[in-house]
């Protein structure tokens, strides 16, 4: 099954209703990822430079996970240059 992600980012999408409903780090690393899907993963590349100033996404793994993810679309392979190469601490 293949995945509307138009359905989830439109201009009414589902990521905007999330937003709305319950904002959060991760309703916004999401909706890039999302962005990525739809828009290219340079467009979301920026969104997710943007979005990290935020000082609940600052320096979260999941960023560093995005931006992996978002580079390997690109064509970019390797660590992003901001990953510490530190695992994520665990409870």
């Known amino acids: 099954m293949s995945?509307?992600?138009?359905?989830?980012?439109?201009?009414?999408?589902?990521?905007?209703?999330?937003?709305?409903?319950?904002?959060?780090?991760?309703?916004?690393?999401?909706?890039?990822?999302?962005?990525g899907m739809v828009r290219g993963p340079a467009v979301a590349l920026e969104q997710l430079d943007?979005?990290?100033?935020?000082p609940a996404l600052a320096g979260h793994y999941r960023?560093?996970?995005?931006?992996?993810?978002?580079l390997d679309e690109t064509g970019q392979h390797g660590p992003p240059a901001n990953t510490t190469g530190a695992p994520p601490d665990t409870p």
């Open 50 to 54: 943007a979005a990290e100033t935020n």
């Open 3 to 35: 995945t509307s992600w138009m359905c989830r980012l439109g201009d009414r999408g589902l990521y905007e209703l999330l937003a709305c409903l319950a904002p959060g780090p991760m309703v916004t690393l999401n909706r890039i990822v999302a962005v």
């Open 63 to 70: 960023v560093d996970a995005v931006r992996a993810h978002l």
